[in-house]
């Protein structure tokens, strides 16, 4: 059974730094596609980055230069470090993970989700 278990995230201030987490089980993650979204209220479900097993990266252009995903294989669990953060960054992120994908950005392409983790930045 897979199981992709978040923590962190929280409340923080503009400017300031969160890291959520994504521990994986029944997958080995440096063998998948792991990636990062975000849905804020109203809005669609968005990719923010991928690692690929080969560790390439994939950002969206919003959090580029200022979030890193990134993943460390004897926890199997996989991070994203946000800092310089906005309002605008306010979602619920999702970890998810993918062991073959055409498009890393794509959700629909991803087989195993997380449960969400609310990241609420105030100005």
């Known amino acids: 059974q897979v199981q992709l278990v978040q923590s962190g995230g929280g409340l923080m201030q503009a400017g300031g730094s969160l890291r959520v987490h994504c521990a994986a089980s029944?997958?080995?993650?440096?063998?998948?596609?792991m990636a990062w979204f975000r849905q804020a209220p109203g809005k669609e479900r968005e990719f923010v980055a991928a690692?690929?097993?080969?560790?390439?990266?994939d950002y969206a252009d919003s959090v580029k230069g200022r979030f890193t995903i990134f993943r460390d294989s004897a926890k199997n669990t996989v991070y994203l470090q946000m800092n310089s953060l906005k309002p605008e960054d306010t979602a619920v992120y999702y970890c998810?993970?993918?062991?073959?994908?055409?498009?890393?950005?794509?959700?629909?392409?991803?087989?195993?989700w997380g449960q969400g983790t609310q990241v609420t930045v105030f100005s």
């Open positions: 690692i690929r097993r080969n560790f390439t990266t």
């Open positions: 029944g997958i080995t993650v440096s063998t998948y596609t």
């Open positions: 998810a993970g993918a062991y073959s994908l055409v498009e890393a950005t794509m959700a629909h392409g991803y087989n195993y």
